[in-house]
């Protein structure tokens, strides 16, 4: 077997001062992952146990405390900051304010997500006939914003007017083809996590992708962490329409698919062998990061994935930290 | 390989009144599929062409007056009649009517739909504990009733409370297994064609299931057939739930499924080497005839599948027609 990261014993990098010196030496961009309510950033190791510590404990307070030396460790230090999330039902400005409620500093221009790297993808990537380019979304606010601030002209969303039962007339107007129904000009469907998902949008969705139009999606999580359980997520949104069509997946735009890998370099213009994808999810982020052929990934065992997935799974990140402020031991 | 009915040359039967005769001779029990309009009584040959005929033209007038002989004939012969349906959203008495204005005429036991044959599995054969019997509906009226007519009780459903926008304390009461949301009594998850489907229903399904419900669908079918074209099916209902839980599957009550075989078996008490599967499509009616070893399977290409699917695709009926009403040659 070919020698690969992936497959190589990752670096353990706790304590481990001159190592943690020569990893960050490397890196001149940092890409955090970002979901989950960012357990990168959390104190607590332990699968999913940080999101249960209650708001406001002396721990939590100490975590964040602690989170924003380290970003700001890597600041003082020049290293760009980029804060990565599958999350579409926020714009990045809502998720800047997100960030800042878990004392989390960052600016817009540093957030990435999955409903501004499919908005770029649209807009930059795709190469649409001049009549065919409006979007119909399946989702919430946040994609309507970055559509929005791409110059993306769209339907469907958050407008009430979709918000509502099928009706028997309904059925024999989308059959003939109703432009009042089927907008002629829809050459994309964006299917992101919709809080207000119908039988309504999904039937309209079908017909746009059957009649032509191009399958995204925001991204595939099938699930959605919240309140320490998990709920439907933006793939689920997407699993209807994938079994109506046979089988035919959506172009995903957020993690671990490269698009939006290719979305960032885009915007940052940066050197792939200077950058690292840190995260606590083996198979997703630091997936991406692998697929995506940065110099590094750098496991945190604040969240998804056990030392045992980082150390022996089949995805390994180049190096793993018990938590990400043990980066601060260089400060010290 | 082996000899079967699935690889050998179907029996072309129209105009072979000696044929038509023999084949008859063999059965007792006509199981007729119903669904997508009931093809099986359409005249017009040829893939969904028939749904395209106008209500109340000439043609359609006729072919009604036919397929009405079609049964008279067979019922004067003391043939037992069943119309098989996946339709989930109407009860038997609702598609007796539908039946009825089809000019297809039947009585109510005649009828055997998926949700019926869903709530004779759950009352008769799901061994459910004495505090869990109760059913998490994601559905129509239809599934309500059958449930009703086998004393099962349910929740959900039609129930205008659960037609409503998921809520941020919902999140942590759904967490925390609050009862008010998260009916402990609830054994069973039943999912079919909803035309209200919500987020608010699919985490609530999900998490019942995760906390040990059976996961059940009325039927599988992805589409549904309406004006000519297709909408979102039953099998689009169970979809994100499928993906969220994994790729775990429900069991399915429809065809081409046994369980509904035998739920049909065990209601009509019939000799299964007695009894014909007739439809119009081979991957479902026909395997459902096929595998549920019927004495025989009676393909018509008055609908979805073409006289090349019967005669060399990988499932084939043991003999087939133009269309139903080629059997009236007897009566000549």
Redesign the interface.
Same mark, same amino acid.
């Given at each position: 077997m070919a020698s690969s990261a992936s497959v190589n014993t990752p670096r353990y990098l706790t304590g481990d001062k001159a190592g943690i010196r020569e990893f960050l030496d490397k890196f001149d961009v940092f890409l955090f992952d970002c979901d989950g309510m960012c357990l990168v950033f959390s104190f607590e190791p332990g699968l999913l146990s940080a999101l249960r510590i209650p708001q406001g404990t002396s721990e939590q307070t100490g975590t964040k405390i602690r989170s924003v030396e380290t970003l700001e460790l890597l600041r003082k230090n020049g290293k760009q900051v980029v804060f990565v999330t599958n999350n579409s039902t926020k714009s990045r400005a809502d998720y800047r304010k997100k960030l800042e409620s878990l004392q989390i500093p960052s600016t817009v221009e540093e957030i990435f997500s999955s409903s501004y790297s499919a908005s770029i993808y649209i807009s930059r990537i795709l190469k649409l006939p001049e009549n065919k380019r409006k979007v119909f979304v399946i989702g919430e606010n946040g994609i309507e914003q970055e559509l929005s601030s791409e110059n993306v002209p769209f339907i469907g969303g958050t407008d009430p007017a979709y918000r509502r039962?099928?009706k028997p007339e309904d059925?024999?107007m989308?059959?003939a083809g109703d432009e009042s129904l089927l907008d002629p000009e829809v050459g994309v469907v964006l299917v992101g996590l919709? &809080?207000?998902?119908?039988?309504f949008k999904? @039937?309209l969705a079908?017909?746009y992708i059957k009649r032509g139009a191009v399958f995204l999606a925001t991204n595939i999580d099938?699930?959605l962490p919240?309140?320490?359980?998990? &709920?439907?997520?933006a793939?689920?949104?997407s @699993?209807?329409?994938?079994?109506?069509l046979?089988g035919q997946e959506p172009v995903a735009l957020g993690k671990p698919n490269q698009a939006m890998m290719d979305s960032i370099e885009g915007k940052f213009k940066f050197d792939r062998s200077r950058a690292v994808m840190v995260g606590d999810r083996a198979n997703t982020d630091i997936r991406f990061g692998l697929e995506g052929k940065l110099g590094g990934t750098l496991g945190v065992l604040t969240g998804v994935s056990s030392k045992q997935d980082f150390v022996e799974g089949p995805v390994r990140p180049h190096a793993y930290l018990d938590k990400l402020s043990d980066l601060l031991v260089l400060d010290s």
């Open positions: 039962d099928i059925y024999k989308i059959a919709d &809080f207000h998902i119908n039988y999904i @039937a079908y017909h099938s699930t919240n309140s320490g359980t998990l &709920f439907p997520g793939g689920s949104m @699993a209807p329409l994938i079994m109506m046979g």
